[in-house]
């Protein structure tokens, strides 16, 4: 049992550090911090990359709004696949419910039963068009981060049956100098700090913009400027909009009271630069 644990061992190691060195690689592609998920046989698959819709990408595809999510992959002989969805289509409604970005899109495949059908709406060559897709079981362990994806293959090796769990780690926005999570799909937690939606402030870096402005973890961040915010992606893209704007007012709910705090930039041209758009796998 001794050697088989440390077979096995060696082996997810070995799988884990494949991402990172594939990442080292991509030297042309900007990334943000994001997720990085080990799951293993089972839970819903639809077989697609996807990236977030820019500003920028929503003018060159002709959508009328900035949101959904663009796919960058479709797997061989996926539901995806088997659907027609391609390389390159904009995903705008999953079952009904209009797509903000990828993140939401891999929550609710992941939340459909398998076997279950999915009228998948995506905007191509300017019109958007329905397709449907048979939700499928994942087969083997798959190793997702914003790098991409990794599927390892099934091996013969003696392993121990130990949990892999699931890492999450929360979208830290570089401008303002937080780490949060949004609240979007979190109803109790939202009642809890007496929002209806918003991000959840759960770190805040020493000598930052949002530090200096008083802005707390804990703290449930609802608006930037002018602009209402649900999600880390939103607050990115409200700082963006402010320009050469330096100082500005958010609101932050705080012991279930609003509260407007002053912040102040004092070096933004970097961070905006490390933005970018966020990958999910689904």
Request: aromatic share 4%.
């Amino acid at each position: 049992m001794r050697i088989s644990l440390g077979i096995g061992m060696a082996f997810l190691a070995a799988s884990l550090a494949a991402p990172a060195a594939w990442a080292q690689a991509t030297t042309s592609r900007q990334r943000t911090a994001g997720r990085i998920i080990v799951q293993r046989d089972g839970g819903s698959y639809l077989g697609i990359g996807v990236v977030d819709v820019t500003s920028e990408r929503a003018k060159a595809l002709n959508l009328k709004e900035e949101r959904g999510a663009e796919v960058s992959s479709v797997r061989e002989d996926s539901p995806a696949s088997k659907a027609g969805i391609k390389e390159g289509d904009v995903v705008l409604e999953y079952n009904g419910q209009p797509l903000q970005g990828g993140e939401q899109l891999t929550r609710l495949v992941r939340e459909t039963p398998v076997g279950r059908q999915a009228k998948i709406v995506v905007w191509r060559n300017g019109a958007s068009q329905t397709l449907t897709a048979t939700i499928e079981e994942q087969k083997g362990t798959v190793l997702r981060s914003d790098g991409g994806t990794v599927v390892l293959p099934n091996i013969r090796i003696p392993m121990p049956q130990i949990e892999i769990p699931r890492f999450q780690l929360t979208y830290q926005n570089p401008i303002l100098g937080i780490e949060g999570e949004s609240l979007g799909s979190q109803e109790q937690l939202a009642e809890f700090f007496g929002v209806k939606e918003g991000v959840l402030v759960k770190v805040v870096r020493k000598s930052s913009a949002a530090e200096k402005a008083g802005i707390k973890a804990g703290d449930v961040l609802t608006k930037v400027d002018d602009s209402k915010v649900t999600t880390t992606q939103e607050i990115t893209r409200a700082l963006r909009n402010l320009g050469s704007k330096k100082t500005f007012t958010v609101i932050v709910v705080r012991n279930k009271k609003e509260m407007p705090l002053t912040v102040t930039m004092e070096d933004r041209g970097g961070a905006i630069r490390a933005a970018g758009a966020r990958r999910a796998e689904c």
